[in-house]
């Protein structure tokens, strides 16, 4: 096996020559001067000159055609990896007839998970591989089981174009996680801040809420001296269980809340993945939960979890959702009632479709943190007019708009 690693990539060389000169123009041109000086030279040279181009236009017709014979597409790649990552991709062609070598072919974005790139092979075949490195930039679980390729070889005055097969490979790209060393929070938020700083308390903890007349099975501890001698009868404490160090991030999953190209969503995702891989990395529950199908039940949940295998389920669930066809934020936050816990944060995400009312059961102590997106912003196209700034403050939240840095967010 043959590594080409080292090869000339010819393809930028090509884009640059091909911006100021049309190949069908010059040769046509070097034609029409040949021409000119057989007819000067006598007829025998011009026969000869009609032979020579028939030959060129065959060559130039039947050369591509076999460069796309029979034959199939081989990639390695990684089983996962991120947004924003680079990786490191093999890719094979083996012939499955004549002819066992094959140049200049061009495989036309091959990588769904980075459109726009394509993967140029001056030499490829039998004995033949090449490496590239290829970045990472949309989020998702992808199978490759096809690819378009193109070529031009050897004369450049036609090309033709095929769809090979592919070796069916897959990976998952993860949504991008940015390393954080501080997050503020707005003040309604402070029970989950001061986390951060001590040990999350285990799950089941109780928080006192009133005391009732005793009653056969109750917990002796649990007895209220006090207020058992002021009713002159027995008086038990109770209690509401609580999970303070838990959070749930709610994805707004309604297709109708989001720009056409989706960018407000991907940062959604983006701040949920984030957040979880931080949490999660803490020592706290953290869970994610979203949209709402024809029953009511969530298309996206997983419940609040600790540790490396839950972070791993959270990242992958991430990494696989899609808006869609899906209720109101408002609707989907009110069916998620049932799995309210008192004491838990809410993370949501009002990206200014409907403002969404709050339900009554979140209106209590622990306020939600809300991430507002500028759907305005999210709708125009990115000039690169706007520097990078870091997200505005709010009291409940964070605004977010198209040139905001979210990295700045978590530094």
């Known amino acids: 096996m043959v590594d080409l690693r080292q090869e000339i990539d010819f393809s930028a060389a090509l884009g640059w020559l091909e911006r100021f000169v049309s190949m069908p123009l010059v040769f046509g041109a070097l034609a029409a001067a040949t021409f000119a000086i057989a007819w000067n030279r006598g007829i ?24 796309l014979r029979a034959a199939a597409l081989r990639f390695a790649l990684p089983v996962e990896s991120s947004v924003g990552e680079f990786i490191s991709v093999g890719v094979a062609l083996e012939p499955l007839r004549w002819p066992a070598r094959r140049y200049f072919v061009n495989l036309a974005a091959p990588f769904p998970f980075a459109p726009g790139h394509d993967v140029f092979m001056s030499a490829c075949g039998r004995g033949y591989a090449r490496t590239q490195r290829v970045p990472c930039v949309r989020r998702g679980l992808f199978e490759l089981r096809e690819a378009r390729a193109s070529c031009a070889y050897p004369v450049g005055i036609f090309s033709a174009a095929r769809t090979l097969p592919v070796n069916p490979v897959h990976i998952t790209v993860f949504p991008r996680v940015h390393p ?45 001296w006090r207020s058992s001698a002021r009713h002159d009868r027995l008086m038990v404490k109770q209690f509401d269980a609580i999970a303070t160090s838990e959070t749930l991030i709610v994805l707004d999953l309604d297709e109708h809340s989001h720009d056409e190209r989706g960018d407000s969503f991907e940062r959604a995702v983006e701040i949920a993945a984030t957040l979880a891989s931080h949490l999660i990395g803490h020592g706290q529950r953290c869970g ?12 996206l949940f997983l419940a609040p979890g600790a540790g490396a295998t839950h972070l791993r389920a959270v990242l992958y669930a991430l990494a696989a959702v899609q808006p869609g066809a899906s209720s109101r934020y408002a609707s989907v936050l009110s069916a998620l009632a049932p799995q309210y816990r008192r004491g838990q944060q809410w993370i949501l995400f009002d990206h200014g479709a409907t403002r969404p009312a709050l339900p009554f059961f979140l209106r209590g102590q622990l306020a939600p943190l809300w991430f507002r997106f500028d759907r305005a912003s999210f709708a125009e196209e990115d000039d690169g007019a706007h520097p990078p700034a870091p997200p505005a403050r709010l009291a409940d939240g964070f605004a977010i708009a198209r040139d905001t840095d979210l990295s700045l967010l978590f530094r």
Do not use: K, T, W
């Open 44 to 67: 025998a040279l011009i026969y000869a000159l009609f032979a020579i181009l028939a030959a060129v236009l065959v060559v130039s017709v039947l050369g591509p055609r076999a460069m």
């Open 180 to 224: 954080v060393r501080r997050f503020p929070l707005p003040p309604g938020s402070a029970r989950l801040s001061g986390e951060l700083e001590r040990p999350a308390p285990s799950v089941g903890q109780e928080l006192f809420r009133e005391v009732r007349e005793y009653r056969s099975g109750d917990n002796p501890r649990h007895i209220h």
């Open 288 to 299: 994610v939960a979203g949209g709402a199908a024809e029953d009511e039940a969530p298309r």
